[in-house]
């Protein structure tokens, strides 16, 4: 039989079709990475300092109209913020700094006054210290003068006070408390209830209304100085952006180590199962403020992001590269095919548990052990993270990485040791 010329050709050229064109470098796609990491502390700044402005304008005239525009500052700031959360797992200089800007729970005992019922935790000295209220205590044995509510004294004494992690002074939930104060509706409807007049020179409620405006002013001060030295780190010149790009295979693996991480132990787990397996409303990540839905949702959201190599900044523009999606597709096309499935299944679930807090079910109603629709939304959200996870681990084999171990969870790996 007689092959024509042309028929090779086009033979030829189907055979080229079905290879990717222009296959990616590691390099790149580190670079990708990196870029939006820069992108996501920069706009974690421009909020944050945005926040700030609104902040000196409750403090300078104090109205339940400068209070609300203080909260939507702040749910604004948390927008880019949780979008980086997937950066904090593989790379050590994220982790050991995120504490100081995002921990949670608190006992907020320790900042300002709480409900007479609130006991906070029992092996915690400092859970009811209410420090806004005292301007001298003592801690570890030493004499604390607090008569001046500073950066540094949260800094340097307050924050982890005694070694406790739960001694949270610092960051967007120190913050989120300050223009909230506790959410005392349990499972029910309704967030924090801080009234305007907690910042009030005049008809001041509830006592130090002056220590009060030092402390938000404080704590918004340091968070900022937080996010500019994160800033810096991922910029150029950077050495959170040198540790991925200086190494790529070594970026590679931080990459896979914050999707996988955030996806199964910490988002799915600690942050979601935990609380539904208790179904206690002490374990909702934005607490005072009744928000979790949209931090779960934009944690879901950081995740995708490194995957697809692209991220929406808050001004409307895009930072986006060549992606780990790419680098996946050139090595096994059916992992990348099922990894966008499962990551597109994931935000499908998350963006219809949004809906249902906007709509008015607040995350911390569907952790109520009677609320069959909330507990199905959760369960969705959490099954889409641990199955992406699942994925996650195939891409890891598919880049020919050394095995990854990825955060746990007591919640899904242990659920008995939960009740113990």
């Given at each position: 039989m007689t092959h024509h010329p042309l028929c090779a050709v086009l033979a030829a050229c189907a055979a080229m079709a079905a290879l990717p064109a222009f296959a990616v470098t590691e390099a790149e796609v580190a670079d990708t990475y990196a870029d939006i990491a820069e992108a996501g502390y920069a706009d974690s700044l421009t909020t944050a300092r945005a926040l700030d402005v609104a902040i000196d304008a409750l403090l300078a005239a104090p109205s339940q109209d400068a209070l609300d525009a203080a909260r939507a500052a702040w749910l604004a700031a948390r927008v880019p913020y949780q979008q980086t959360e997937v950066f904090r797992f593989g790379n050590p200089i994220v982790d050991d700094w995120e504490g100081r800007v995002n921990a949670w729970p608190l006992d907020e005992g320790l900042i300002d006054y709480v409900d007479a019922a609130y006991g906070g935790a029992e092996d915690n000295d400092f859970a009811t210290l209410n420090v806004i209220a005292h301007p001298n205590f003592t801690l570890s044995g030493a004499d604390v003068d607090a008569g001046a509510i500073t950066p540094a004294l949260i800094a340097e004494t307050l924050h982890e006070a005694d070694g406790i992690e739960s001694n949270v002074a610092s960051g967007y939930h120190a913050i989120e408390f300050l223009l909230w104060g506790q959410d005392l509706h349990g499972t029910g409807a309704g967030a924090g209830e801080r009234p305007w007049t907690d910042y009030a020179a005049e008809g001041c409620t509830n006592g130090n209304c002056d220590r009060r405006g030092q402390y938000l002013k404080a704590a918004s001060t340091l968070l900022i100085s937080d996010l500019e030295e994160m800033a810096a780190n991922w910029a150029e010149g950077g050495a959170a952006r040198a540790a991925v790009t200086d190494d790529p295979a070594a970026g590679l693996r931080a990459m896979l180590t914050g999707m996988g991480s955030l996806s199964y132990g910490e988002q799915a787990g600690e942050r979601m199962k935990l609380g539904l397996m208790l179904n206690d409303p002490e374990e909702e990540h934005d607490c005072f403020s009744d928000n979790t839905h949209n931090s779960h949702y934009y944690d879901g959201l950081?995740?995708?992001?490194?995957?697809?190599?692209?991220?929406?900044?808050?001004?409307?523009?895009?930072?986006?590269?060549?992606?780990?999606?790419?680098?996946?597709?050139?090595?096994?096309?059916?992992?990348?095919?099922?990894?966008?499935?499962?990551?597109?299944?994931?935000?499908?679930?998350?963006?219809?548990?949004?809906?249902?807090?906007?709509?008015?079910?607040?995350?911390?109603?569907?952790?109520?052990?009677?609320?069959?629709?909330?507990?199905?939304?959760?369960?969705?959200?959490?099954?889409?993270?641990?199955?992406?996870?699942?994925?996650?681990?195939?891409?890891?084999?598919?880049?020919?990485?050394?095995?990854?171990?990825?955060?746990?969870?007591?919640?899904?790996?242990?659920?008995?040791?939960?009740?113990?």
């Amino acid at each position: 039989m007689t092959h024509h010329p042309l028929c090779a050709v086009l033979a030829a050229c189907a055979a080229m079709a079905a290879l990717p064109a222009f296959a990616v470098t590691e390099a790149e796609v580190a670079d990708t990475y990196a870029d939006i990491a820069e992108a996501g502390y920069a706009d974690s700044l421009t909020t944050a300092r945005a926040l700030d402005v609104a902040i000196d304008a409750l403090l300078a005239a104090p109205s339940q109209d400068a209070l609300d525009a203080a909260r939507a500052a702040w749910l604004a700031a948390r927008v880019p913020y949780q979008q980086t959360e997937v950066f904090r797992f593989g790379n050590p200089i994220v982790d050991d700094w995120e504490g100081r800007v995002n921990a949670w729970p608190l006992d907020e005992g320790l900042i300002d006054y709480v409900d007479a019922a609130y006991g906070g935790a029992e092996d915690n000295d400092f859970a009811t210290l209410n420090v806004i209220a005292h301007p001298n205590f003592t801690l570890s044995g030493a004499d604390v003068d607090a008569g001046a509510i500073t950066p540094a004294l949260i800094a340097e004494t307050l924050h982890e006070a005694d070694g406790i992690e739960s001694n949270v002074a610092s960051g967007y939930h120190a913050i989120e408390f300050l223009l909230w104060g506790q959410d005392l509706h349990g499972t029910g409807a309704g967030a924090g209830e801080r009234p305007w007049t907690d910042y009030a020179a005049e008809g001041c409620t509830n006592g130090n209304c002056d220590r009060r405006g030092q402390y938000l002013k404080a704590a918004s001060t340091l968070l900022i100085s937080d996010l500019e030295e994160m800033a810096a780190n991922w910029a150029e010149g950077g050495a959170a952006r040198a540790a991925v790009t200086d190494d790529p295979a070594a970026g590679l693996r931080a990459m896979l180590t914050g999707m996988g991480s955030l996806s199964y132990g910490e988002q799915a787990g600690e942050r979601m199962k935990l609380g539904l397996m208790l179904n206690d409303p002490e374990e909702e990540h934005d607490c005072f403020s009744d928000n979790t839905h949209n931090s779960h949702y934009y944690d879901g959201l950081g995740i995708r992001n490194v995957y697809l190599g692209r991220y929406a900044r808050v001004d409307g523009t895009e930072v986006s590269g060549p992606s780990l999606s790419e680098l996946v597709a050139a090595r096994a096309p059916e992992v990348d095919t099922e990894l966008k499935l499962r990551l597109d299944d994931t935000m499908g679930a998350m963006t219809a548990l949004k809906g249902a807090a906007e709509g008015g079910m607040a995350y911390d109603q569907m952790l109520a052990a009677d609320n069959l629709e909330g507990e199905r939304l959760i369960t969705a959200a959490i099954d889409g993270l641990v199955a992406q996870t699942e994925t996650i681990e195939r891409a890891v084999t598919a880049l020919k990485l050394d095995a990854i171990a990825f955060e746990g969870s007591d919640s899904l790996d242990n659920p008995n040791a939960v009740f113990q």
